[in-house]
């Protein structure tokens, strides 16, 4: 509802908080997701890391792939269409700005590929719950497949967590460790590019959310001071789906254009149904 609220304001009144950009909603975010590890156990999470460990990487290079080729067929430029196949393969928005900036892109090429993530995620966000309930899909099996198949933090947590509280646990933590290709990507992103390295951005909030999820499980008498982080959390969570939301408007979705969006929708429906049957399958 939050999300869907942002979406309508974008229609009628444009961005209603210009001054809190994109590195605002990201800390905001960041911030929420590290909250969510104080309700969750650490000992749990490692497990749930580690059965998607194998599926992570496996769907990174099938995505790039599919992307790859999908962009060749559309005729996408060629760092547009990487863009795009890094942002659907890891974290959408976050890997986008990190590879863009190993690449040497363009900022038409980056606004292309974050609006074509940004409208798959908000899809992605009202359409996995109602399909994992249709395939009656059990809780472990929803939240390994919102990780994998969904691309930004923000959508992945928020299906997850509409799914039910396993399903947020195991998608969470997968999501957090899918999270840290975004270094070896970009690595490899500048040696195909042939681009010198100048800087990259380690996603340190994943460290903090470990660290949460150690002072829950193994300090319980720290419990009355950190018993309202997680409602404080998904308060934050709440907030940022509002702010993406009032993000989309059809001025955006206009500015993408039909290649890059056909290119980034055939990748992410590939790799979600590849991914699907799979988790349908071993999971």
């Known amino acids: 509802m939050s999300l869907l609220i942002g979406l309508i304001v974008a229609q009628f009144i444009g961005q209603p908080f210009p001054f809190l950009n994109s590195k ?6 960041k911030a929420s997701v590290v909250g969510l590890g104080f309700g969750i156990n650490f000992s749990s999470a490692v497990h749930a890391c580690s059965d998607g460990l ?46 863009a ?8 090429q980056v606004s292309v ?6 409208i798959l995620n908000l899809v992605a966000l009202f359409l996995f719950p109602e399909v994992g309930k249709w395939l009656q899909m059990t809780q472990h099996q929803f939240g ?7 691309h930004d933090t923000s959508s992945v947590v928020g299906a997850a967590g509409k799914y039910g509280q396993e399903a947020l646990l195991v998608a969470t933590t997968v999501k957090l460790a899918r999270t840290l290709w975004i270094i070896p990507v970009t690595i490899i992103s ?43 959390a998904k308060i934050g969570l709440t907030v940022t789906l509002f702010l993406i939301g009032t ?7 206009k500015s993408v254009g039909w290649p890059p969006l056909v290119q980034g929708i055939i990748t992410w429906l590939a790799i979600s149904l590849i991914t699907l049957l799979i988790v349908l399958g071993v999971a």
């Not at 993000?247 to 955006?252: E, F, P, T």
């Open 101 to 108: 900036t190993v690449i040497d892109a363009e900022e038409k």
């Open 24 to 29: 605002v909603t990201s800390l905001l975010l």
């Open 247 to 253: 993000g989309l408007s059809l001025k955006v979705v």
């Open 113 to 118: 590929a974050l609006g074509t993530v940004f």
């Open 144 to 150: 390994l497949w919102a990780a994998i198949a969904i």
């Open 190 to 232: 500048s040696m195909m590019f042939k681009q010198k390295i100048h800087n990259i951005k380690a996603p340190w909030f994943i460290a903090l959310f470990v660290a949460a999820t150690i002072v829950h499980t193994y300090l319980p008498q720290l419990e009355p001071f950190t018993t309202n982080i997680v409602p404080a």
């Open 54 to 99: 194998l599926f992570t990487f496996f769907s990174i290079v099938i995505t790039l792939m599919i992307g790859g080729i999908a962009g060749k067929l559309f005729m996408v430029d060629k760092k547009t269409s990487f863009l795009i196949s890094a942002g659907i393969a890891i974290c959408g928005g976050s890997a986008i700005a990190a590879v």
